[in-house]
């Protein structure tokens, strides 16, 4: 059995190829259809969507318009016989045999047949579920002849300009998906270019994102049945949210998910979610912690699901529950050998899953790989009907936010391992966001989930030379170097700006500037390539600006000069204007925003960056939150202190940013920022004591990355207020690494009680040989009263101010 698809044709050759005299089975000649699509006299919906992609695509490629026609009515010339018609059943060509959404490609006897397995589709259903070969068939077909779906846009498809269309006559392709499914939350499923690229699902899955536990025993039941839901601290917890816990030992609980798991098979689906809530804390009831031995939290969720699939299992034998192998069930049980067959384990590739194969220590990309692989073995032998995974590829949850995190490469060898063990479908957690900088990962993906045995590198060729056109030699050295500098970046960095300094460093950034201008120049006078490079662009000066402006705040923190203060500016005021590009497009350019912002990915950008650059808890931070105009009004210069004026706020604990308090901020408790008062801007740090005989202490602190030398000196200030306060406030100074003969923290020799205007309190402390970190801090203790801090700086001293 031979597969086309495993053999990618230049498009050159393609062109040929339809054009050369060798024995072949014309559909098309000189713009003239020389073919009938014909139909059956019924046909379903996925043949009557074949036959009017192939009429489509066909007259954008050579300009003639196959005719279609039904079975019953007569007529000449070459046929295209499309699905199950009369004349494929005589032939014996049938889709009987084929698996998932196959399809079979075939001349016989003067005539092509092109079908596929088709299943009919289920009220109720989203429309893209269900197999649909037939409409695979047509798309595998137009790939043959030279079509590509680069990216999900009319503008994203390549069309190839032909004269003539045909087939060889020897032609017997016969096709089976190596996946049943791929799936990624923000794809619009159905349309060409996910079908083209392997993004579809043959099986009706019903799945609530994984986590279905509060879906099968719902909050409700809690008046009635408190015993159903989780034990901690001696009491059981009232359900809330849509993300509470059971108590999974509890034999109605279990009854009551084997039901609800019945329910969806009858309504129609093929495969159900078994899942317990994220974030998963323990039932502590005796029966619930009798499951585990001492350290263990799995038993009690792994033992009772195994009981719900073996009850499911009773009365719906060929239906699949689809188990969760998430924290803490992705923790091998130690009693269940082999689940039984009519489960397909969902594994959601974490770090912990990794973790819980190959350890935590010394835990890097490589282990990563390595715990994957081993919890992929490991499942597969025990899950006889296979596995399925969830994969965190791309998304803005990511360190970085919106810019890339994976490669081709990386993706080939995920989706080779996938295929290696027994992987029957995959969800993507993100993707499809980032088209500019991460296209030729997203059609490397689409593409080897057609066939894994595909080449990424070819791949990437054919996205670049279909995509900008006389600039794809040039695209391919910018995308080669993008991915390298991804491939080697550091696993696991402490923040979004340390993973862009590390990723991008200057040099590398000017080099992907000069290829990205030399691309642009080549493709002068082709407008698609060129807008294509406009979105390139746009991904470009999104991860280069963060970038620059990371880089250029540690050289400002190194030397706190108006040139290196100037640079920052300019970086940050560069990507305030691309945000507002962005965040304006559908008003000032929505011709190219809905040709070339591909499948919502606009809608995801405007959010993320509404939402200071997608980043999430570890925002973008110093330097992008700072006030230019602020500065340039005081005339003066940022310390090297983040957030150093407290304006900048954590929304959800009412903390400051890039601060850390200790003890930590409570939602329910004191409020650290005070909107109302301030030394300048709107907000301070505020700290409120007592009542109280024992008194408190509150501590605010940063580390401060810098090169300290020995013979320099160096001060943290900050401005302090106090109201009435039984106790004292000042500042501090820790320097790291820490070393024996240093005192522990160096604080200022004034200190504030009682009450007092607003105060600059500052300590003065040397740097040394290998010091690479100062902790500042912000100290308040006392039994009653208040004190508020506010711009606080480290700066070196300079020398007339040491005597």
């Not at 642009?520 to 006078?525: F, M, P, Y």
């Not at 606009?602 to 110093?622: I, Y």
């Amino acid at each position: 059995m031979k597969n086309w698809m495993r053999i990618l044709i230049p498009l050159t050759v393609v062109a040929l190829f339809v054009g050369c005299s060798m024995q072949k089975l014309v559909l098309v000649k000189d713009g003239v259809p020389q073919a009938t699509i014909i139909l059956p006299d019924q046909p379903n919906a996925t043949e009557q969507k074949a036959a009017e992609v192939l009429v489509k695509y066909i007259k954008l490629a050579s300009g003639a318009t196959l005719p279609i026609a039904k079975e019953s009515k007569k007529t000449e010339g070459t046929v295209i016989s499309l699905g199950q018609t009369r004349m494929a059943e005589a032939a014996g060509i049938s889709a009987k045999d084929l698996k998932y959404d196959g399809y079979r490609l075939t001349v016989k006897n003067g005539m092509l047949y092109i079908l596929g397995r088709d299943t009919p589709h289920v009220a109720g259903m989203p429309e893209y579920m269900g197999a649909q070969g037939c409409y695979r068939a047509a798309l595998a077909l137009l790939h043959q002849i030279g079509l590509r779906w680069l990216q999900p846009t009319d503008n994203g498809i390549y069309v190839p300009s032909l004269k003539a269309v045909a087939v060889p006559n020897t032609l017997d392709i016969t096709y089976e998906p190596a996946f049943m499914y791929a799936a990624c939350p923000i794809a619009p499923h159905g349309e060409d270019w996910f079908m083209a690229n392997g993004i579809r699902c043959v099986m009706n899955i019903y799945s609530e994102g994984g986590h279905t536990w509060c879906t099968f025993v719902p909050a409700s039941l809690w008046e009635t049945h408190p015993e159903y839901f989780q034990m901690r601290n001696g009491k059981r917890v009232k359900p809330e949210g849509h993300g509470y816990y059971l108590c999974p030992s509890n034999p109605d609980v279990q009854k009551l998910l084997a039901d609800g798991i019945r329910k969806k098979f009858d309504e129609g689906f093929d495969l159900v979610q078994l899942g317990q809530s994220d974030g998963y804390r323990p039932c502590e009831c005796d029966v619930c912690k009798a499951l585990d031995r001492p350290g263990e939290i799995q038993e009690q969720v792994q033992i009772p699901h195994c009981n719900v699939i073996k009850m499911v299992q009773q009365t719906h034998p060929d239906k699949l529950v689809h188990l969760l192998i998430y924290p803490p069930s992705n923790i091998p049980s130690r009693t269940i050998l082999v689940y039984p067959p009519n489960v397909m384990g969902e594994v959601c590739l974490t770090w912990t899953t990794a973790q819980a194969f190959v350890g935590n220590e010394n835990f890097d990309r490589t282990k990563l790989a390595q715990g994957h692989e081993a919890a992929l073995k490991f499942w597969s032998e025990k899950m006889p009907a296979g596995l399925t995974v969830y994969v965190y590829f791309w998304g803005a949850y990511h360190a970085t936010g919106l810019a890339p995190q994976f490669t081709p490469k990386m993706v080939s060898e995920q989706i080779r391992r996938f295929h290696k063990f027994n992987v029957k479908g995959i969800f993507f957690c993100g993707g499809m966001e980032n088209w500019g900088a991460e296209g030729p990962s997203y059609y490397v993906a689409g593409q080897m989930m057609n066939d894994p045995q595909l080449e990424w590198s070819a791949l990437v060729d054919e996205y670049c030379r279909c995509t900008f056109g006389k600039a794809a030699k040039t695209m391919r050295s910018y995308y080669d170097l993008l991915n390298t500098q991804i491939e080697n970046a550091p696993f696991s960095p402490s923040s979004g700006g340390d993973a862009f300094k590390a990723t991008y460093p200057l040099p590398v950034l000017d080099q992907l500037d000069g290829l990205l201008g030399k691309a642009k120049t080549e493709a002068v006078g082709d407008a698609r390539a060129l807008n294509w490079l406009r979105l390139v662009e746009i991904s470009h000066r999104q991860f280069s600006l963060l970038a620059r402006g990371y880089h250029y705040y540690q050289a400002y923190q190194d030397d706190l000069s108006p040139q290196n203060f100037e640079k920052i500016k300019q970086a940050v005021q560069g990507y305030r204007t691309l945000t507002d590009e962005i965040l304006n497009m559908s008003k000032a350019d929505p011709v190219f925003l809905y040709g070339y912002f591909c499948s919502g990915s606009w809608g995801h950008w405007k959010n993320a960056l509404s939402t200071n650059g997608g980043m999430k808890r570890s925002k973008l931070g110093v330097p992008f939150t700072w006030d230019f105009e602020a500065f340039d009004k005081a005339q003066s210069l940022p310390g090297g202190v983040m957030n150093s004026s407290f304006e900048n706020t954590d929304i959800e604990i009412q903390s400051p940013s890039d601060w850390y308090l200790y003890p930590p901020a409570d939602v329910k408790g004191r409020c650290f920022i005070d909107q109302g008062t301030a030394h300048s801007g709107q907000k301070s740090l505020y700290f409120k004591f007592g009542p109280s005989k024992k008194g408190n202490s509150f501590i605010a602190y940063q580390h401060v990355p810098r090169k300290y030398k020995t013979g320099q000196k160096f001060t943290f200030s900050c401005w302090v207020k106090t109201s009435g306060l039984r106790g004292n406030a000042r500042v501090g100074v820790m320097r790291y690494p820490i070393v024996p003969e240093d005192r522990a923290v160096i604080f200022s020799k004034q200190v504030l009680s009682g009450t007092n205007d607003w105060t600059l309190l500052s300590v003065t402390f040397p740097g040394r040989a290998g010091m690479n970190e100062a902790q500042v801090r912000c100290n308040a203790n006392g039994t009653a009263g208040e004190a508020w801090f506010d711009d606080a700086k480290i700066e070196e001293t300079r020398k007339d101010e040491n005597k």
